[in-house]
């Protein structure tokens, strides 16, 4: 039988998924340990090198405090922020704190005490992370910040525990709408998962109907229903739109973004250095590799640049419809060039030019 870790280790790069699985852990240590003087949860966030050191020195008395009654003690330090790559992250006294910190948990006793470290977000090139994955009971929640994939299995993972499912469509739906908002993800969820009922799947028409566009002010219903093809679907979210009192122009924008990513995505297929498949856009980092550096000036994120996105996020995108042709693509980028001089000559006819663009685009 393996021995027991000195301590428990959860990291990750959301502040969010990593305390609800420290919390988790916590409430079954303390489950073990009747005595409630014996749990003690002490913050580990800190803002300046003065903070850090104030953070190690509680925890340090707290890890060599004698029990009053006897028995195992358990100590969540949470929240820590210090491991991260930040300007007091980086500070030289930060680090030499930090080690004092590992010279701590080496000395646990986890028969005496069972300790608890969760952080967020943690830079893992540095010793100390490394030095806890060897030596901890060790677990990285989640991916790389905004990892799709990692999004994707939060809510698929929240959808169960409540006793629902999403299907593939209302899953990439969500996440579109919502974006890297873990927190925003599974209240979303749960509120879906009551709407249907337990039992039930939540689909892609849920979403559209009851879960609002926040992710970056991007109008994704418009987008989403626009490149499926699909023309009722369309014209409705556009009378959605216009009721609640929007503009035309950021629907446009939208629009224009997806549809510049897709021009591209189109372009590399056509020549073969890209074929899309069922994880997405099979041979993506070759072609990044051969055509990145023409974007010369271009390396903030931004649909003028296929190579600043999220490799998965163009999977989902160009995977979740049939992919236009070229010279539909590039006709619709005329279109909406012509929506956009259209509204400016029929200001208080927005709603109308954009029915008549899309009749055009998708009835044709």
Known sequence: MPAAKNFTFICGSDDFLVGRLGQARFDALAAEIPDEFSREVLSGFAGNVGEVEAAVNRFRESVQTVSMFGGRRVIWLKDVNFLADTVTGRAES???LVEDLQQILEGVNPDDTAVLLTAAPVDRRRSFPKWCEKTADFALVGGDDGDGAALEGVILAEAKAVGASLSPDAARLLLAK???NTRLLVEEVRKLATYVGEGETIEDTHVAELTPNVAEGDFFEAAESFFSGDLKWTLAALQRHFFAGG??????????????????VRALVDAGDVRIGPRGLDGFPKAQAAHAGKFTGATEKSSYNLFTQNPWYLGKLAGSAKLPSLRRLIDNQQELIGAFEEIIRRPHEQEEVLREMTVRCLAG
Do not use: E, H
């Open 247 to 264: 503009d035309a122009r950021p629907v446009i924008s939208a629009l224009q973004n997806r549809n510049r990513i897709l021009l591209q």
């Open 94 to 96: 930060t680090l030499k």
């Open 178 to 180: 919502i974006g890297a």
